[in-house]
């Protein structure tokens, strides 16, 4: 809603500065021009024919909202069920709470599709590790980083990412593809931020 109100803003302050000129370039002693009147109409229909594009686009986005968490379990599964790396930005993976999730995770792991990362080591990814996950823990920032995102088809032309966040009891999830929107690069580029820093404190350590 704030990026549509955003982009609303901008589209009539457009369509204002076109008023504008207009307006400024006119003696107000002379009566309006055919041309004048031309323009005017041209811009105020090209102003609303923008407006109508930013709402319409703004109701396409692929915002899902669930209010079960048995729902979020099987959009995620459903999300991760694809081949390709994955990567999950996650607090300690609650939403697992099935043999038929735990499989699918630890299938990915096998072919070495998934990185996972979390703020502390639990049993789940003790085991998908050996199995093949990548698993990044971050507890030296002291700090759990509230974003929820899961990065799918990592490395290819249709990777994608999926927002999750809650909001009035409900679970929304926001899918972005690269490209769409500024949102994707910033999961992408906390990712390796985290992963860098991670692989740094670990060398530090060792």
Do not use: C
């Not at 811009?43 to 923008?50: D, E, I, K, N, Y």
């Amino acid at each position: 809603m704030k990026q549509l109100v955003r982009n609303l803003i901008v589209s009539i302050g457009a369509l204002a500065s076109l008023v504008g000129l207009v307006l400024t370039i006119r003696p107000p002693s002379q009566p309006w021009t055919a041309w004048q009147v031309a323009f005017l109409a041209l811009a105020g229909l090209f102003g609303l024919f923008s407006i109508v594009l930013d709402v319409i686009e703004f109701k396409a986005r692929p915002v899902k909202s669930y209010r079960t968490s048995q729902q979020v379990v099987n959009y995620m599964r459903n999300w991760l069920g694809t081949s390709g790396q994955a990567a999950v930005f996650t607090r300690d993976l609650s939403w697992v709470d099935d043999e038929t999730t735990r499989k699918l995770l630890e299938t990915k792991s096998r072919k070495q599709e998934l990185t996972l990362v979390l703020p502390r080591e639990i049993p789940l990814t003790r085991k998908l590790e050996k199995l093949g996950a990548e698993v990044v823990y971050y507890p030296d920032i002291d700090y759990i980083i509230k974003s929820r995102f899961t990065i799918i088809n990592m490395n290819r032309n249709d990777t994608r990412v999926a927002i999750g966040q809650s909001v009035g009891g409900r679970h929304k999830i926001e899918e972005l593809s690269a490209g769409e929107e500024p949102a994707y690069y910033l999961a992408q580029d906390l990712l390796e931020l985290v992963k860098r820093f991670t692989k740094r404190e670990n060398g530090k350590h060792a």
